[in-house]
């Protein structure tokens, strides 16, 4: 029971991370971004080949991981995003960062394979730990160390206050000289790093796999509906609640019906509270 | 009383009372001007009267029966047709396209009789067509009748606008700022197409800042200062007001 | 008249196509455009004219493609009637797709329908004693003349041809209107009275019976169907046809259909790419031209026509025609 706990505790880790990513990234652009999980695939899939392939010590792939998430951010921002919030289209977003969440997805199978690869031991630990296994809980610290952070981020820092005040009104913010862009690429090169970072602690989890990314991209989504767009608790709880449900459900009935399960979930929260647990009610303009 | 009313109607947006007790009639045949500085509710009551806010007190009645349930679509099939400050035209579409989407309500075809084109669906939208056509050259839209809309100029824009209105036959027609953008000679158009649909029975409420317009053409005019009524009455009335004056004309 | 003899010409070109193909494998090439098509022209009316961007067809054609490949196999039933069966089926699913994702904003829309495609492929696999897992199922073929692959050609190109017929009817009438402004303006389709989430549900069942029909056809195409066969690239496949062929038309995304089936025949290199080329198309077609390829023909032709005279813009009202327009009662 104790590891059905924990598992599901590790694989909402990664939820809460995708969806912190979502949140991040919508704060300052209005955007939710098709390419959100594969972020954190890039994460693994690379942090498996500095390790593996490339034969590089933890930290340099680590970091590696980390440069290449962010790397992917900018790019998502500048491909994606920044032209196409320039025209009113509001489809048009979800259309460009499918293209691009397609295109990283193919090159990726492409070159690293469409097997799921093992990814090397972060800490040195045997495997007869069972539900101390580093597996879970480097997903889970790197959660909790994010959620604190970025609340820390959001409060205490200049750029996290530019972040606050372009969400809430960006008209107004650019009237007080703040350069949203700037301001929006900065948000997606922080996603992109927070993702390389929880793709390659999760690494040993979820596997280096590249179709990783479209599954996190839905369950980080269904994290957030649940939990309320643009809610940091939102997102924790969405998460943690999913990964344990679809970890329940897996010791209960099997591993067959995950996903059936996991909409389940999203439908009953919509169809109860349509702006999920913790978020706020839009506000309709004419 | 065949009327589109609004009895002591109040609305607020958190803490701000955008109307407050507000209450005006609309007759059919009628010209019903609505003025006031910016912010002063003249908006809220078009969005009120059309359905995209719920009232929070009072109630809207049309021909004596409360329809504050009814939605937009359900309103605008009761007879209401509005337009918006800012156009909103169908921009990949043809001018007589725009106009003919106004003329849904009549032609209330299911999606099986107009998928296997079944004969009286596509008479009944030959003879809505032709109607819409009228309508774009009545409002003298003639010579861009094929025209994208997006390539419009603004005030083409307005008067597509109206046309479209007018396609769904509405019993009341509700425009805000209609006279927005357009120069002197086009609002004495607008004047001449807004005198035209009132002579045809149609009551029409005029959200506008041409006060010069207003007065002009309507019979009945009320005024709003935030969210209250300061002066109803007729245009004489109304403009020699000394609230109305000072809040708002400025003499 | 002249369009009539030209659709005639091109529809005895079509038929023959089994006479003039020069090897079996350009039928079976056709058949699949033709079998491809039977869906996107349904979907074309719910992403092209409605704007709701499902990227989770290939759900609705998975399941048509079931229940066809058991019906018509363990069941025995007449390939027709299971045919149809798988109509019906695409439809009821798409009904129950819909009606809680239809009133979601766009991106949870396409989520939604992301994930139905999902759970398909993960029932499909889980319910192995009906769908035989990932072993799959044998799919019968059709009884003649439809047992040959020219003859499956001729129902598929006669199923297609009439899908086409169905969506012509409904693009080029009141209701294409309607659902290109649900598409571009929500607040003046329901200021029309136009009923927003019902043409959208409706439009979106009709959807789900052309995919559950393509499935059908599909499964029979192929003889064998596993789970594998239906994976969400293919979704994605239908959806990059339709936007690339541009929104609001129907000859624009005919034609995406059959350049982007064939292309990856001819150019064998693209077939490796396969994913990433039509997510760099996509990307292209976003960027710089967002309305779709099919769009490009239609700016060049405004171009000429404005280069020829110079456009008024004078607005010169005709009170006695408006007021006679407005005397006019209901549909004459």
Redesign the interface.
Known sequence: MLSVIVSGLAVGAVYVITALIYNLMYSTSKVLSVTTGHICMLGGVFGAWFTTVLGWPVLPALLGAVAIGTLFGVVTELVAVRRVLARSDEHLWLLSTLALATMTQQAVGLWWGTEPRRFPRVIPQDFSHGAADQKFWLPIGVMVVAALGLELFYRRTMWGKLFQATSEDAFAARARGISTDRVRMMSYAISGALGGLGGFAAGQLTFAYFALGLTLTLNGFIAIAVGGLGSSVGALVGGLALGLLSAFATYLFGGEFQQTIAVGLLMLVLLIRPEGLFGARGVRA? | MTALQAQAVSKHFGGIRALDQVSLTLRPGEVHGLIGPNGSGKTTML?LL?G??TKDEGVILLNSAPIDAA???HR??LGI??T?QKP??????SVL?NA????????S?S?LS????LPF?????A??R??AR??V????????MH??AS???H??QR?LEIA???A??PRFLLLDEPAGGLTVA?IG?LE??VR??R??G?GVLLVEHHTDFVFRVCSVVTTLDRGRIIAQGTPDVVRNDAEVNRVYLGA | MRRLAAGLAIAVALAALPSWATNQYQVHLATLIGVYWVLIAGLNLVVGYSGQLSIGHVGLLAIGAYVYAVLAGTWDWPPLLALAASGAAGGLCGLLLGLPSLRLPGFYFAMATLAFSLIVAELSLAMGSVTGGGTGLAVPGFPAPFDTPGGLYWLVLGIAGIVTL??W??AS???G??L??IR??P??????????FRAKL??FV?SGVTAGLAGALFAALQSYITPDTFAFDIGLFFFVCIIIGGR?SILGPFLGTVVLTALPEVVAPLAKLGNFFYGALLLVVVLVIP?GIGHLVEIAA?RIARRRRH?????????P????????G???
Not at chain 2, 88 to 93: A, C, I, K, M, Q
Not at chain 2, 137 to 144: C, D, K, N, R
Not at chain 3, 321 to 328: H, I
């Open positions: 004419v | 969005n059309s995209y806010y939605s937009v679509r605008a099939r047709a509005r918006f909103r035209l169908l921009e990949t579409l396209d003919m989407v106004g003329a849904w309500r009549d032609a075809s999606f107009a998928a296997l084109a669906v596509t008479r009944r939208e003879a809505l032709e109607r009228e309508l050259l009545g409002v003298g839209l003639g010579h861009a025209r994208r390539l419009l100029e005030a083409e008067f479209r209105a007018l769904a036959r086009e158009h001449a197409v035209t649909v002579d045809a149609i | 169905l969506t009817n409904v009438r009141m209701w209107l309607a290109i402004a571009d303006s607040v003046a389709a329901s200021a029309a009275g136009i009923s927003i409706t439009v009709f609001g309305e405004a456009e008024s813009h004078v607005v010169q009202p005709d009170l025609r408006l007021a006679a327009a407005l005397a006019r209901p549909a004459a």
